[in-house]
């Protein structure tokens, strides 16, 4: 009967308390005898500084370090657990040369010449083939050797210029091979992108719009005539500018931008400023005439890109970029007069000028009305520059590095309403968020001077700290304030949002654009789309290193690494910002150009889904078909949509277009 039986134990009689004692004398024996005594496997009497035995053949007598017993091996597993996560942060963003063996060649990789399923079918990417991968090889040590010849062309061509993670999917050799299999020629602009990293796609944007705005457009000015006025001489006033209009411009302005940009009080806006320039004029070296003009443009702009009549897309459905053309958005003659008055108080390379910038630089009370003001341009400066940094690879100035000495802004001066507060909940929360992809970037994007393809000797994305980077994110999720809080479960839940003024009423995002009702959308629906996109943002850059695993390494994947890769997918689905009313309101939505990029990364990753059997395995088990094709259905509208002023919208219709043909109605009507 096995000793480990239920059963075996009744036979056996008591261990006698003195045979634990005479074996732990026996180890304690071993464990203290000289090198000498253990060569000859001989009894050492251990003594010191020589033994008898030692001592009788006149040998050198050296006792081992005492070795820590098992309970004392605690320290020495976590050096060892955090030197293999160094590791692997290390490893993690190096490229790999194709030509060095560093994929492994499996049952799971689709061969060269095959085709990709069809995307338009009732399973969009669900395959009812059965899943090779039920019983993968284990987990093997060798070097694996490379399946995709296809993907030759990035032999020895380690980029030599950053790429930021929305662009590094470009690069992976399974989508260049998918890509080559539909004759999709981009080889030499993938080339292009290898050497010169994200500022290439910043310039297909620049040569879309080669020419600034037009500076024809102003208004028709008259002079002040209230002579009471300061400097009533160089003050004017626009007729077609009226009070109403200021007001009106204002009010969108301050429920739209200054929600998502943090950057003036509306109480000292609407009690100080606007009521002066309304009295008073315009004038042209006045601080205050500025930012009211800036203002009432952006305002305009808020109105009508929500309300008047969409520009001409050349598709069947209404694009989300309303009013003003292509060249001129709304607004533009307020802005011009703005932009014209700038000169007078930007600054110049004096000595004077020198002089009065040190004199501002006095100590500042953050805990007063205008350091909270303060605060607030400091912080909406700061993620600006963070958002664009990872997003678009544009270089970082020095405002970052004062990220610790700055206080957050938090404090409501005055009369606030439900929607002000919000408004600074929603801020705060962004900031926090920001700080999280910051992590994010820096730990698995940042760690080395490569993009995403896995080198020699990868031993699969770093676990642990995904793991605790995604507890982290969930952390912040679960800390938010209640009127910003929303779940996944239901799954309807997640598209559901409140309006501050009225808690009974429930909105939604939602794909149908018809649904939408027709009065004014709330004015935080645009933030809470943001914010919302944006974590399911981090949670598809945290794990989509397994679905890169998956892709190039299908035969050491493990069921940790398809659950990451199932989570990657899942956070693409339905982003809020892509939906209905934000994806109708589009020259209102913050980032425009970075959200391009991310979108069409995504849809890279969901085509490639229909070739991987461990993916389409995943995909049919945790994955919503229906809203696995609604995503892909909303995010080749958004791009067909905004290729009229998005230049890399329109560098990637030839890659997507033959990719989604047969899943997308208007492609037909976008090629014409």
């Known amino acids: 009967m096995s000793v480990f039986s239920p059963h075996a134990g009744d036979s056996l009689s008591p261990p006698d308390p003195s045979d634990g004692s005479l074996r732990r004398e026996r180890a304690s024996i071993a ?13 050492c009497d251990e003594r010191r500084p020589k033994c008898g035995l030692c001592q009788r053949v006149g040998a050198e007598c050296r006792y081992r370090e005492p070795q820590p017993t098992k309970k004392d091996k605690t320290m020495v597993y976590m050096l060892d657990a955090l030197q293999r996560i160094e590791a692997k942060v290390d490893h993690i963003g190096r490229s790999v040369e194709p030509e060095s063996g560093a994929y492994e060649s499996g049952p799971h990789t689709s061969p060269p010449s095959s085709r990709l399923p069809s995307i338009g079918s009732v399973s969009m990417l669900v395959q009812d083939q059965t899943v090779r991968d039920q019983d993968r090889p284990p987990r093997q040590k060798t070097q694996p050797q490379h399946p995709l010849d296809t993907a030759r062309w990035l032999a020895n061509r380690i980029p030599t210029a950053q790429v930021s993670s929305s662009h590094k999917v470009f690069l992976w050799p399974f989508i260049h091979a998918r890509l080559a299999e539909f004759d999709v020629d981009v080889a030499k602009d993938l080339q292009a992108l290898t050497q010169e990293g994200t500022p290439w796609f910043l310039n297909h944007e620049l040569r879309k719009h080669p020419r600034p705005l037009p500076c024809d457009a102003r208004l028709e000015a008259e002079p002040v005539l209230d002579i009471s006025a300061p400097d009533a001489a160089r003050r004017v006033r626009f007729p077609r500018l009226t009070y109403e209009e200021m007001r009106t411009y204002t009010v969108h302005y301050f429920n739209t931008f200054n929600v998502l940009y943090l950057i003036l009080d ?46 001409d897309n050349g598709m069947p459905f209404e694009s989300g970029v309303r009013g003003g053309t292509h060249d001129r958005p709304p607004g533009l003659d307020i802005f011009n007069e703005a932009r014209r008055r700038y000169g007078f108080v930007a600054n ?22 205008r350091g909270n003001l303060v605060k607030r341009l400091y912080w909406t400066c700061n993620s600006i520059e963070h958002w664009y940094h990872y997003d678009l690879d544009l270089p970082r100035t020095g405002v970052c590095d004062h990220e610790e000495e700055i206080p957050l802004p938090g404090e409501l001066w005055g009369h606030r309403t439900e929607e002000d507060q919000q408004t600074v909940m929603y801020f705060l929360a962004m900031i926090a968020l920001r700080q999280l992809v910051t992590r994010v970037h820096e730990t698995i994007f940042e760690a080395s001077k490569a993009t995403s393809e896995i080198p020699e000797g990868y031993d699969g994305p770093p676990t642990h700290v995904i793991r605790e980077l995604s507890r982290q994110l969930e952390s912040w999720r679960s800390m938010l304030p209640p009127p910003l809080q929303w779940t996944d479960e239901p799954p309807e839940a997640r598209f559901q949002y409140i309006q501050p003024d009225s808690p009974e009423t429930v909105r939604s995002f939602t794909p149908d654009s018809t649904s939408i009702p027709s009065e004014s959308p709330n004015a935080l629906d645009l933030a809470t789309a943001h914010l919302r996109s944006r974590y399911y943002y981090a949670r598809f850059i945290l794990y989509r290193p397994f679905v890169f695993k998956v892709l190039h390494w299908p035969a050491q994947t493990t069921d940790e690494d398809r659950q990451f890769a199932g989570m990657c997918i899942k956070s693409t689905l339905l982003w809020p910002i892509a939906l209905a009313s934000p994806k109708n309101r589009k020259r209102l939505v913050p980032y425009l150009f970075v959200w391009t990029q991310n979108f069409i990364s995504i849809l890279l990753i969901l085509r490639a889904t229909t070739v991987s059997a461990i993916l389409t395995d995943v995909c049919r088990k945790t994955i919503d078909n229906t809203e696995l094709m609604l995503t892909v259905e909303s995010l080749l509208e958004w791009l067909a949509d905004v290729r009229t002023i998005d230049g890399v919208a329109l560098w990637s219709w030839k890659i997507l277009d033959p990719l989604f043909r047969d899943v997308f109605p208007h492609s037909s009507v976008a090629n014409s």
């Open 31 to 43: 464990a203290q005898a000289c090198e000498t005594c253990r060569a000859r496997k001989s009894k």
């Open 348 to 369: 110049e390379c004096s000595l004077e000028s020198i002089q009065i910038t040190l004199l501002f630089a006095s100590q500042i009370d953050w805990f007063t009305e």
């Open 266 to 311: 509306r109480r000292h806006f609407t009690d100080i400023m606007l009521p002066k320039v309304a009295k008073h004029g315009f004038g042209d070296g006045d601080y205050e005439s500025i930012i009211c003009l800036l203002v009432f443009a952006l305002g305009k702009v808020a109105l009508d890109g929500t309300w008047s009549a969409p520009v």
